[in-house]
């Protein structure tokens, strides 16, 4: 990320702090419980604080892997060999969205979850911690790194976590005939306009009434806000939540007219 990047990015971040709402802005009864209920949870299940000894030791870890990117490649335009501390400090979800994961995970209650990008899999960790008894799949590009995050499921003693290594353009097709329904599919990999749509279409064709969707850094670009825009604006979608970092996206029948709302997390 460059530094003029970075500077538009800041100013992007104060804009949305500023003026983001809260929960007396909310007239949706959905999103008015959601908040009460998940966003303003404050309690610290012993789950969170496994994940967060792990992530603890990658940061400090000296090991490094040769990465494939297939993406848009890194946020600190690092080279093919990276350190599993940078990796944990620059790409991986921080623990207040992991946490946030677990917390949806545990209040909607999804079977079927992918997820598309594992880096590390430490938000892998917190949904299925979340959710034992569902199936949750997981797709990664680069071998090494999904190596890696398969290490840290033993760690945390998760065995049931179903990982897919490859590009998303091949791994996905051929995965989602055998999913009977996708309850929940969260986005984090890429990062570019036309492929996050393309996934988007892809999983919709799992998604059904009571599905969620989560797309990552939907303000990282510009490519990627015109994506969130266009994801708004699909008839199928009835309701969405900016929280700045992550979108949260609803298809929920009782909302007759598309609702938007952009709240402060």
Known sequence: MGFQHQIQFAKKYLHYYFTAGNRHDVHSPFVYALVEEVLRDKRQPAAFREVEALRKELLESRETLQVTDLGAGSLTGAGPVRRVADIARHAAKPPKFGQLFYRLAQYLQPQYLL??????????????????????????????????????????????????????????????????????????????????????????????????????????????????????????????????????????PEVKVPQHFVLKY
Not at 134 to 159: H, K, M, S, Y
Not at 192 to 205: A, G, H
Not at 234 to 242: A, K, M, N, Q, S
Request: aromatic share 10%; hydrophobic share 40%; charged share 20%.
């Open 115 to 252: 997820e598309l990008g594992t880096s590390l899999g430490l938000s892998t960790a917190y949904m299925a911690l979340a959710r034992p008894e569902a199936q949750v799949i997981t797709i990664e590009g680069c071998p090494n790194i999904a190596a890696r995050a398969r290490r840290n499921f033993e760690a945390l003693d998760i065995p049931g976590i179903r990982q897919e290594t490859g590009n998303f353009d091949h791994v996905l097709p051929a995965l989602l005939p055998e999913l009977p329904r996708l309850d929940w599919v969260y986005i984090d990999g890429n990062h570019r306009k036309d492929p996050t749509l393309d996934y988007f279409e892809q999983c919709l064709t799992k998604a059904h009434d009571q599905s969620m969707f989560i797309f990552d850094d939907i303000h990282w670009t510009p490519g990627m806000e015109a994506a969130w825009r266009t994801i708004q604006q699909h008839p199928r979608v009835t309701l969405t939540i900016d929280l700045f970092f992550i979108g949260l996206v609803f298809f929920r």
